[in-house]
């Protein structure tokens, strides 16, 4: 009775609970799903218009280079630009008569002066896109979204308008993507509330019309609210409320909104109601049924705890059989019971044993323990306060018995003993594995761990300071590839005794705990925790960086170290490693071959690379990654050859990012192959646009060769864009060379049979740059800009000269990168160079100005 009592009303509580719980939860998502639909309906619904926006642009530009001659369908069908998301463009004049469209029109001339898209564009003071109300077509009945910008002659002054076309239908796609289950809504409306395209309601009612319902008084000067529409609103035909989230577009004139009905927000919850209910009636009935049982059951109970009873002194009697030995002790300390297995294993003879002796009297000829009342009082204090305890006997002969002790009810005890000899030394052999590494010797990550907290658990308690030493190797990998995995563990195993002499005098315990990284905890000698640390950590690089004789040949690597303090760099484990690692980080960067102490700074650092790495891996994603392009010029005529494809980073907030601050963090992240993947097929779009004699060059790194896939990738960039094979240019650095080379100079070889150019990028800053002309036949070298920075050193110019012959023997063309002044064009025009790319020529630029700066050489004819 009082069970149920009990748990009758939390049953029904918890029913009330979870229900409610179920109807907030259901509220919640709802939420959430409305923001990531609204989120994901702009984003979708903004990239379809930036892409005709962006045609526009192009159109326009290549428009003003020379209106006379410009033919818009054959630069739609070439650039690629009305593609599947638009139904035409059109060039409309000042006049407000159609100059020429996509569509094909034949027919007397066209006047669409009277078109709100014109009006409205031409009325615009500043150039920006405008989005009309949608128009349907007079002989489509279609309707379709116009976007329009102005048009401008090749003197910058307003020649009429260009527009591009969206199909209305187009938009509404997503609608089926977007999940919003029965009653929902998708409605796209332009800066003035006008509906440009609307699903999940009678698009025929609303379509073209002023329809601000309560979008406007609740998103008012705002980018994003949600808000519940109780009224009928939006040309619904039913009157259910539904959660709408509102998002303002930040880039175009847009309003986005999604809508859920509340019958779908809750139905998977009433339906869930009716389960608890059942339930919550099931468990009812359980419960009073187990309470009627319950006194059933009592008394059989009490007549099975008798029954125990005579089973637990019948299974006493049976220890007896057990294969361990067995003996049994009294009150008084006398024996009353044992077995053949427990004389055997103390080597007791039964002539010898008899009942009724005594404990001290039985192992008196024992050698294993020298003071057998001390073991008894011992052995009796464990068992009065407890009734099992355990001991570990060791012989002098190496043998070891493990004994269980039972504390008998009448007094004394009960004992099993096994031998355990064989098994503590295989115990022994696994402890060392779990905690040594087997190729070293040195302590393992394991132990490093336990040895780490135990110096923290020291610092809480006495207030020790110590550090943390990271350790990596440098140049590790190149020895163990060129070398082979055998001398790079004799390697390992000569650094190990250096650091194990280094820190002998530290008395701390050095850990192997990865392929090449090692660590070490160091307490503070008898100077400071600082200087102790910085002093070990500065006698180990210099130590390691010794050389070495590994097989017959001569090897000399590096080390960089970080060190962490406690407590001044954190008193957690993870806390101290992840600084140490951090300082680790620093020293790689700083150079190798040094070692770095923890600062804040460094920690902030990190935090700003992990930001930067989402918004990175994000803006790939968005494909708001940049293409600019900086022209290669051939000095004796003043003609571009090529172009140079290089990425920017347009951040929403920060504006401009430089490459040399996201270009380090995609290739630690691996995000530098999705980045090249994305530069590489814009490269070729771009390209297509530019004369036929224009080559585009664009930079491969070192890991976009290992994973496989890069001929697929430079194979589907030129089969998306119709790029000729002939005007794709590649360029490596040696990194490619020195990463599995055998694997890479495969795959150079395959993108070289497909037709494409190969240079060799930075040329002479390398050890090997010379070996790799022959190592495979490049098209190009690019001279590296600092060469050119000392190009008036008559050192230089002899290399430089030495360089040029050696190109003209393997019929080489040769580029000199980064030439900002006249002084360096003579110079390398002197020694032969043919070619030059710096900005005393041009800096890197859109595709747009590219195209209106154009690729004749009348403003660099002073170069020639």
């Not at 009448?410 to 060392?432: C, L, P, Q």
């Amino acid at each position: 009775m009082q069970i149920a009592l009990f748990f009758l009303p939390l049953v029904w509580a918890g029913y009330l609970a979870i229900t409610s719980q179920e109807r907030t939860e259901a509220l919640q998502q709802a939420r959430a799903h409305g923001d990531s639909v609204a989120e994901l309906f702009e984003e979708n619904t903004e990239r379809i218009f930036e892409r005709v926006d962006q045609s526009l642009r192009v159109a326009r530009a290549l428009y003003a280079k020379d209106p006379a001659a410009f033919d818009l369908k054959y630069w739609a069908d070439k650039a690629q630009m009305a593609s599947g998301d638009v139904v035409q463009f059109a060039l409309i004049g000042l006049n407000g008569y159609m100059i020429e469209t996509t569509a094909g029109y034949s027919g007397p001339p066209l006047y669409l002066g009277d078109r709100e898209h014109f009006i409205k564009t031409m009325e615009m003071a500043e150039d920006r896109l405008y989005v009309a109300k949608p128009v349907l077509g007079r002989a489509s009945n279609k309707w379709t979204i116009q976007l329009a910008r102005k048009l401008f002659d090749n003197a910058k002054n307003p020649a009429g308008i260009v527009v591009g076309s969206i199909s209305v239908d187009v938009i509404g796609r997503f609608y089926d993507t977007a999940k919003l289950g029965v009653g929902g809504t998708l409605v796209l409306r332009n800066a003035d509330y006008i509906v440009l395209a609307a699903r999940g309601i009678d698009q025929g009612t609303v379509l073209g019309q002023w329809a601000p319902g309560h979008v406007q008084s609740e998103l008012r000067d705002g980018f994003y609210s949600q808000y519940w529409n109780w009224s009928e609103n939006e040309g619904r035909p039913n009157r259910s409320n539904r959660l709408v989230t509102a998002r303002r577009s930040h880039a175009l004139p847009l309003i986005f909104t999604a809508g859920i009905s509340e019958q779908e927000i809750y139905s998977r919850a009433q339906s869930r109601q009716k389960i608890y209910l059942s339930g919550a009636l099931l468990l009812t009935c359980i419960i009073l049924l187990a309470t009627a049982l319950y006194w059933r059951r009592q008394r059989a109970l009490d007549g099975a705890q008798r029954q125990l009873r005579d089973s637990v002194s019948k299974f006493e009697d049976a220890l007896r059989n057990l294969p361990q030995g067995l003996s049994m002790f009294d009150g008084n300390d006398r024996l009353i019971a044992f077995n053949r297995q427990w004389l055997d294993s103390y080597v007791l003879s039964p002539d010898d044993i008899r009942i009724g002796m005594d404990f001290r009297e039985v192992f008196s000829k024992q050698e294993a323990v020298r003071d057998l009342d001390a073991y008894l009082a011992d052995l009796k204090g464990r068992l009065a306060k407890s009734e099992h305890t355990s001991n570990t006997v060791q012989f002098p002969d190496g043998r070891a018995i493990y004994i269980s002790y039972g504390r008998r009810e009448s007094g004394g005890w009960v004992a099993t003993h096994e031998d355990i000899t064989a098994r503590k030394a295989s115990e022994d052999r696994i402890e060392r594995l779990a905690h040594y590494d087997s190729l070293t010797g040195l302590a393992n990550r394991n132990l490093f761990r336990a040895c780490l907290d135990e110096a923290l658990d020291k610092y809480f308690a006495l207030n020790t300071p110590f550090a943390v030493l990271l350790l990596d190797l440098d140049k590790f990998k190149s020895v163990n590839d060129a070398l082979g995995h055998q001398c790079g563990d004799a390697l390992l195993k000569q650094v190990a005794r250096r650091i194990k002499a280094k820190v002998r005098d530290v008395g701390t315990t050095p850990a192997r705990i990865g392929g090449d990284e090692f660590a070490l905890v160091v307490a503070p000698g008898q100077a400071s925790l600082q200087d102790s640390a910085t002093t070990l950590a500065a006698r180990l690089v210099e130590a390691i960086a010794e050389p070495y004789e590994i097989d017959g040949h001569p090897v000399v690597i590096g080390c960089s170290i970080g060190v962490a303090m406690v407590p001044e760099h954190g008193t957690r484990i993870d806390e101290l490693l992840r600084n140490a690692d951090l300082a680790l980080y620093k020293s790689k960067n700083a150079g190798r071959n040094c070692f770095n102490v923890y600062s804040p700074e460094l920690k902030a650092e990190a935090d700003q690379r992990n930001i930067l790495e989402i918004e990175l891996r994000e803006a790939i994603w968005r494909e708001e990654i940049e293409v600019f392009y900086q022209p290669v010029f051939e000095l004796g005529t003043g003609h571009v050859k090529s172009v140079e494809a290089l990425a920017r980073w347009r951040h929403r907030t920060r504006g401009l990012i430089p490459p040399a601050e996201f270009i380090p963090v995609a290739e630690e992240s691996g995000l530098i192959v999705e980045l090249g993947n994305l530069v590489l097929a814009k490269a070729c779009r771009h390209a297509v646009m530019m004369p036929d004699d224009i080559k585009v060059a664009v930079n491969l790194s070192a890991l976009q060769f290992t994973g496989g896939n890069l001929v697929d990738s430079v194979m589907l960039a030129l089969m998306d864009s119709g790029l000729a094979e002939t005007r794709l240019e590649l360029e490596i650095t040696e990194s490619v060379f020195l990463a599995d080379s055998q694997d890479n100079l495969k795959t150079l070889e395959r993108l070289k049979r497909l037709g494409v150019s190969i240079a060799l990028d930075d040329f002479g800053v390398g050890y090997s740059s010379l070996s790799y002309l022959t190592a495979f036949p490049f098209n190009k070298v690019k001279i590296d800009k600092s060469f050119i920075d000392r190009i008036g050193r008559s050192e230089t110019v002899a290399v430089l000269g030495s360089i040029v012959q050696l190109a003209k023997t393997l019929n080489l063309s040769i580029v000199a990168e980064g030439v900002e002044t006249f002084e360096q064009v003579e110079k390398i025009r002197s020694l032969g160079i043919a070619l030059g790319q710096g900005n005393f020529f041009s800096e890197p630029v859109p595709l747009g100005e590219l195209l209106l700066q154009g690729f004749a050489d009348s403003e660099r004819q002073a170069v020639a």
